[in-house]
């Protein structure tokens, strides 16, 4: 075994701590755009994990750019990146990371953590991803009790954005991994297994205005030109290109436009959210929505903007070799280690993409995410917690395996 099998038994008592250190963060709106809310949690996880007496960095992100859609232009400020780094000159250095925000904002419903029957924690980012977040900090807690510790670096990264797709803190993040051997991130696993994710498509979104010619329908409907009308006609094209090649996603996510029933309407705004597989389907599918775009239909002309902020995560050799190194980790800790290909994407994609290898899905088990039925399986805390702390121990006590 590469690890102290011994070294992970004082988790078996810290499950009430970490139950509660979850509810306390949860019960905090961190929606993406709650910028106070989303400070006030980055601060929280700050004191706990200065403790570990590790360095503290706080970014302060560029504001969003985000058409909205009435077809303006708005810059939304986020919240702070925050990054905590613990010996930056040991040979081996550790990434982890995850996110601090939510998709549920501060008019949602769904505020508070309750606990329902004696397995489910059920609350707003329970699962997506405080308990992901919990885990990781009492691994690492654990980890610095350790004599082996001194073997490996680490630094810690959490976002504030990931759920908007990491626009503003893509570009730290992946600047950052360049400098790490390992990545470990802290999605929610993908089923009650807790199954990795292996493949990801990548993804991107963009926003499509129409821009026609606004007239009175009774007096002047000849002279207008419909912005709603042509875009439906081009959105007719664009979905067609879904059967194009395989395995892409084009999803037309939401559309507004007009103004009033008795007027041609002048504005219609579209926004798109697309998965695809590999490189060469992102370049063919820019191409293609420029073309589309690009052509007027009627007298309307189309503006478009966005782009794609995640490339594909593909399971090459490196990554096999690192799911292999876990799963053996796994079996000595009894727990069976699977993985999966998934059309969803986070920031391990980011990460791959400078080739920095990682896990993305070490969290916490559970469901119903991004809905007011998330959950959190209890029990699946401590021994994902352990699974974080073995590999660690492992790669500080017998190094990295490749
Ligand atoms: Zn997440």
């Given at each position: 075994m590469l690890f102290n099998i011994d070294d992970l038994k004082p988790l078996d008592s810290e499950l009430e701590l970490?139950?509660?250190?979850?509810?306390?963060?949860?019960?905090?709106?961190?929606?993406?755009w709650n910028v106070a809310g989303v400070t006030s949690v980055a601060e929280m996880l700050t004191?706990?994990?200065?403790?570990l007496d590790c360095q503290v960095t706080k970014y302060d992100l560029p504001k969003y750019k985000i058409v909205g859609m009435d077809g303006q232009e708005e810059e939304i400020p986020i919240g702070p990146l925050m990054k905590f780094t613990k010996r930056p000159d040991a040979a081996i250095q550790i990434l982890l990371a995850g996110h601090i925000d939510t998709v549920f904002p501060e008019t949602s419903l769904f505020q508070t953590v309750t606990q329902l029957r004696s397995n489910r924690l059920v609350g707003p980012g329970v699962v997506d991803m405080k308990g992901g977040l919990a885990i990781m900090l009492w691994a690492l807690r654990q980890l610095e009790r350790n004599k082996l510790a001194h073997n490996i670096g680490w630094t810690v990264v959490l976002t504030p954005d990931e759920e908007i797709g990491s626009i503003a803190s893509g570009p730290v993040l992946t600047k950052l991994a360049k400098d790490f051997d390992l990545g470990l991130l802290y999605e929610p696993a993908l089923d009650h297994n807790g199954t990795f994710a292996g493949a990801r498509n990548g993804s991107g979104k963009f926003t499509i205005i129409a821009h026609g010619q606004a007239a009175h329908v009774g007096r002047d409907f000849a002279k207008g030109s419909n912005a709603i009308v042509a875009m439906a006609e081009l959105l007719q094209k664009i979905v067609a290109l879904n059967t194009k090649r395989k395995h892409i996603m084009i999803n037309i996510g939401t559309i507004s436009g007009g103004s009033a029933v008795n007027v041609v309407a002048d504005i219609c705004v579209c926004k798109l959210d697309i998965r695809l597989p590999t490189e060469a389907d992102k370049l063919w599918l820019h191409e293609q929505?420029?073309?589309?775009?690009?052509k007027a239909i009627s007298g309307v002309r189309f503006e478009i903007s966005g782009g794609f902020y995640r490339p594909a995560k593909l399971l090459d050799n490196k990554q096999l070799q690192l799911f292999n190194f876990v799963k053996k980790l796994g079996l000595d800790l009894q727990q069976q280690i699977n993985w999966q290909d998934t059309g969803g994407c986070c920031d391990g994609n980011n990460l791959a993409s400078v080739g920095l290898r990682n896990i993305d899905t070490l969290g916490a088990l559970g469901g119903g995410m991004h809905s007011d039925q998330e959950y959190l399986l209890i029990n699946s805390l401590v021994p994902r917690a352990k699974l974080t702390l073995a590999i660690l121990l492992a790669i500080a006590n017998s190094g990295l395996p490749w």
């Open positions: 970490m139950l509660s250190a979850i509810t306390t963060w949860a019960n905090v709106n961190s929606g993406s004191q706990d994990f200065v403790k929505l420029g073309l589309l775009t690009a």
